[in-house]
Every structure is written in structure tokens, then in C-alpha cells.
Nanobody
Framework: QVQFVESGGGLVQPGGSLRLSCGASRSIFSIYTMGWYRQAPGKQRELVATITSGGSTNYADSVKGRFTISRDNAKNTVYLQMNSLKPEDTAVYYC???????????WGQGTQVSVSS
């Protein structure tokens, strides 16, 4: 069974910063697209950011300019640096690994990010 080691969630004030980390096995990390998704209460799970094995990135419009996704190949770890956090960013954040051919996807357990005064 594939397991992710996630960390970095917590409670911060508006305008603050957090960095999420997700560690995976080499066999998964080397060929899968890694990403972060989030789900707020009463809302559908949505894409936040993704990064391919080649380093190409994609961001949701709502986080462009504030969040940065990156990967450390030596540590088999993907990061999400979140700056200028807003209350609207409050959600459970999930680490994801996805492969297109053949189709496959793995999810982390989720970590809570809360932004409030």
C-alpha cells in the first residue's frame, strides 16, 4: 500500500504563511505527477497545484501568485509554500500522486489548514 507522509498544516492568521510537505516512495515520485488538492466544508474537492516529474507546474487561479509547488527529487518530497493566506484558503489539503497510462491515483490522508483571526 502506498503511503504519504504529510506535515505542515495548522492554524494561522490572515496574511500568514505555511509550508506543506508530502513524502513519497521513489518508485511513485519518479514517474507520477504530484499535486495538492483541497476540500472546504460543503464544497467539492478542487485542484490547488500540480507538478510533473519533469517540473512543469499548474495552479488554480485562486492561488496564483501566492502559492508555490516544488519538488525535491533527492528527498522524494513535494512541497506547497502558501503565502498571504486568506480565510477562503481554509480547507483540508490532500497530497496526490497520479499517472495517466495506465490510469492510477493515490491520495494522502489530508491535513487541516485553518486561516482566521
Amino acid at each position: 500500500q502506498v503511503q504519504f507522509v504529510e506535515s505542515g498544516g495548522g492554524l494561522v492568521q490572515p496574511g500568514g504563511s505555511l509550508r506543506l510537505s508530502c513524502g513519497a516512495s521513489r518508485s511513485i515520485f519518479s514517474i507520477y505527477t504530484m499535486g495538492w488538492y483541497r476540500q472546504a466544508p460543503g464544497k467539492q474537492r478542487e485542484l490547488v497545484a500540480t507538478i510533473t516529474s519533469g517540473g512543469s507546474t499548474n495552479y488554480a487561479d485562486s492561488v496564483k501568485g501566492r502559492f508555490t509547488i516544488s519538488r525535491d527529487n533527492a528527498k522524494n518530497t513535494v512541497y506547497l509554500q502558501m503565502n498571504s493566506l486568506k480565510p477562503e484558503d481554509t480547507a483540508v489539503y490532500y497530497c496526490s500522486a497520479e499517472r495517466a497510462f495506465p490510469r492510477n491515483r493515490f491520495w494522502g490522508q489530508g491535513t487541516q489548514v485553518s486561516v482566521s483571526s
